[in-house]
């Protein structure tokens, strides 16, 4: 991971780097794109769309989430990129776009299992 090599400086793995750079790219892009579904949902061109476009593009922004796009590079990355240094940047972005959205995962699917028992 980290080794020093008799300089004040340490060098760091290359595997190392890879994933502090794809988790913190994962969790800065989650964090950054937060609030764009709601804010499209402002512009004069949504406003400027029929009522029914306007509900299926509702639809397509309220389904779709962070942590569902980290698990789609996670997967891509186990089945695609094992082996390369690109499967450790892909896969750790998806980890930070998981864990950026963490929080918000139970008050998602509350309403959904509202009733449900086990």
Request: hydrophobic share 50%; aromatic share 14%.
């Amino acid at each position: 991971m980290i080794e020093m090599v008799g300089t004040l400086l340490p060098l760091i793995s290359k595997e190392f780097a890879l994933e502090v750079l794809g988790f913190s790219l994962g969790l800065l892009f989650g964090n950054a794109f937060k609030d764009v579904d709601h804010q499209v949902q402002q512009t004069p061109w949504f406003k400027s769309l029929t009522p029914f476009q306007q509900w299926i593009l509702q639809r397509i922004l309220d389904a779709m989430h962070h942590f569902q796009y980290g698990l789609v590079l996670i997967v891509l990355a186990e089945c695609f990129l094992q082996g390369s240094l690109l499967y450790i940047l892909v896969y750790a972005m998806g980890v930070g776009l998981v864990v950026d959205d963490l929080p918000d995962i139970p008050a998602r699917y509350r309403d959904f299992f509202r009733g449900w028992t086990p």
